[in-house]
């Protein structure tokens, strides 16, 4: 027979009962002439297991005297009972209907406001368009007209270019896209009237210049600080004297070879954290960004800290202005360690790789590389030669700028 409970057997309550001893098939008999409804007949060890109406169990008095049957109670089930169970605790299942309540009504207005993709436009600024139009918090969801908020948002903001808003959960949620802003050409660095210089010592290995005045060529050994493309050029009078110098950006490529003296020290002993058996978590809670209920642990050990989001995803979904957030302090222990001479040497390896990788990002050419690694006493000294080439792009003042003086076209 069917095993599914309804919806009118949950409301009015309902008994599953044992039929023992007596004339079992009368019972059923006579409950049938009188309309007592029985569902989900069984025979367990030779006794009649069936249900019936809790209302209808009160009735069955006289059938089990005239068919002498005995009757015992195996499960009470429905809504009945479950309020019987709540009877000496009303005030517990009354919080509950109220807090449901609560939850209900708050779920119908606006407790959160959400920005994306605004860099000009400020997160105030967009609040301050909502507020004009009526929306803020705790207005309620169904006053919001979301087509007329986008339109207004281009007439307000001319530089949005695209708009999205939408209502989630209790959240409104705007996404906008700016127009992109060109490059203000006063923010390029100008080189005008300065000199293209040398960043060290080194060699020239190649050389080309578009504009400016070439101070060196090919092959060169230079010094720091040397120029190597001058930044204004010179006009001449017919004696071969200057009579004025017309100021230019130096445009050129210059490479050049230098050597690089690296030096690396690095102790063989090391502290190592290991984590220990103690842990204390503490629970903090936020509404609308200000710290409630802070119970804050007093740890005496040596701790790292593990800050977690423990936020129910119901309430994520509601966009409700709730955040639980979970500290765990696990105890950790620091021990003094010594590295073997392997590890120390891989070490001091990994360091030297990392500082040749960074100059490979900067541009810079790795030709050669002489670079030794030794233990001594507790540490592991790295020491050598890199030889590198790399394009010189260090600019410095004229003459002329530098002295307050400023000469050229007019």
């Given at each position: ?78 809504l ?7 009877r ?18 708050s ?9 994306s ?72 660095q ?43 050029v ?7 004297t ?39 978590d ?7 960004g ?14 790292s ?20 957030r ?23 390896l ?17 030709i ?22 790399e ?19 007019e």
């Amino acid at each position: 027979m069917n095993s599914v409970v309804g919806v009118s057997e949950f409301l009015l309550g309902y008994l599953r009962i044992s039929i023992k001893g007596g004339s079992a098939e009368r019972f059923l008999n006579v409950c049938a002439g009188r309309g007592i409804r029985l569902w989900n007949l069984e025979r367990a060890e030779g006794n009649l297991c069936l249900n019936l109406y809790l209302s209808a169990f009160y009735r069955l008095h006289p059938i089990i005297r005239k068919t002498k049957v005995k009757v015992v109670i195996l499960e009470r089930k429905g809504l009945p009972f479950l309020l019987n169970r709540f009877r000496n605790r009303w005030v517990f299942f009354l919080g509950g209907v109220l807090a449901v309540s609560a939850w209900l009504i708050s779920t119908r207005f606006l407790w959160s406001m959400e920005f994306s993709g605004n860099m000009k436009i400020t997160s105030d600024q967009l609040e301050r368009f909502l507020e004009k139009r009526g929306v803020c918090l705790m207005v309620p969801l169904g006053s919001i007209r979301v087509t007329e908020l986008e339109l207004a948002l281009y007439d307000e903001f001319e530089d949005v270019t695209w708009n999205s808003i939408r209502i989630q959960g209790t959240a409104l949620i705007v996404d906008l896209k700016e127009r992109d802003v060109p490059q203000n050409q006063t923010e390029i660095q100008s080189h005008l009237g300065m000199n293209l210089i040398s960043s060290d010592d080194g060699v020239i290995t190649e050389m080309i210049v578009r504009k400016g005045v070439p101070k060196v060529k090919l092959g060169d050994e230079i010094k720091k600080d040397q120029v190597l493309v001058e930044g204004r050029v010179p006009v001449m009078n017919e004696d071969g004297t200057v009579r004025e110098w017309i100021l230019t950006e130096p445009d050129a490529d210059v490479w050049v070879e230098r050597k690089l003296q690296y030096e690396g020290c690095e102790s063989l002993y090391y502290l190592e954290t290991v984590p220990g058996r103690r842990k204390e978590d503490e629970y903090r809670f936020f509404f609308y960004g200000n710290e409630y209920f802070t119970g804050e642990k007093n740890v005496f050990y040596r701790e790292s800290v593990l800050e977690t989001d423990v936020t129910p995803k119901l309430i994520h979904m509601l966009g409700m202005p709730i955040r639980i957030r979970k500290i765990t302090h696990g105890e950790v222990k620091v021990t003094l360690r010594k590295r073997n001479e392997d590890e120390a040497k891989e070490q001091s390896l990994t360091k030297l790789l990392k500082f040749l990788t960074t100059l490979e990002e900067k541009g810079v050419q790795i030709i050669e590389k002489d670079v030794k690694i030794s233990i001594e006493g507790d540490f592991s000294l790295t020491y050598g030669e890199i030889m590198i080439r790399e394009k010189e792009d260090l600019f410095q003042k004229t003459e002329d700028e530098l002295d307050g003086t400023q000469r050229g076209l007019e």
